[in-house]
Structures are given as C-alpha cells and as structure tokens.
Nanobody, 113 residues
Framework: QVQLVESGGDLVQAGGSLRVSCAAS??????MAWYRQAPGKQREFVAR???????SVTNSLRGRFTIARDSAKNTVHLQMNSLKPEDTAVYYC?????????WGQGTQVTVSS
C-alpha cells in the first residue's frame, strides 16, 4: 500500500525559509515531485527529482526552491527560501508524473506579509 505523508508546513514571515518533507512507503524508488495548491487555484507542479537525483524546478520558483531526496529514508524534501505571500498553499508530494491514488493530505504553508 502506497502512503505519502507530508510534514513540515508552518506559518512563516515573508523572506523566511522552510523545509517540507515527504515520507514515502510502499512505493519503491520512483521519480518524485512536489506540487502545491493555493486557495482558489488549481494544483500546480513545483519541482521534481529523478531516481538518479536529477532535479528540476518550475521556472517561476527556480533559485528559491530546491528539491532533494534521502533514498535511505525514502524521503523527499523541498527547501523553500525567500518565501513570499504568494507561496501560501497546501504542498503535496507525489510521483512524477502524479498518480491520482497517491495524493495525500498535504502540508499547509502560510507566508505572512
């Protein structure tokens, strides 16, 4: 049974940093990604990491967000720096491309101005 559990979301001030994590079980080694959904908007792709560790961040977030994985712990992290109020969203991890059945509860990130 696949389980993806996101954690680390918090309320932070603009300009701050935060790291969110995703603990994966039952999924083996897969390309993984972070997605986010802001209030009133569709869920969007944020960043992905391949099985071999090659990363890609969506253009608008490049330079502020980085993705990394700890294969030994089957965990994927998203490091977010210089946060802005528009980064406020629920952050989800999933495979890349995403599987409908794998969406979890996400973790709330709120950036105050």
């Amino acid at each position: 049974q696949v389980q993806l559990v996101e954690s680390g979301g918090d309320l932070v001030q603009a300009g701050g940093s935060l790291r969110v994590s995703c603990a994966a079980s039952g999924i083996g080694t897969r390309a993984m990604a972070w997605y986010r959904q802001a209030p009133g908007k569709q869920r969007e792709f944020v960043a992905r990491i391949s099985i071999t560790g090659v990363t890609s961040v969506t253009n608008s977030l490049r330079g502020r967000f980085t993705i990394a994985r700890d294969s030994a712990k089957n965990t994927v992290h998203l490091q977010m720096n210089s946060l802005k109020p528009e980064d406020t969203a629920v952050y989800y991890c999933n495979t890349y491309p995403p599987q409908t059945a794998y969406w979890g509860q996400g973790t709330q990130v709120t950036v105050s101005s």
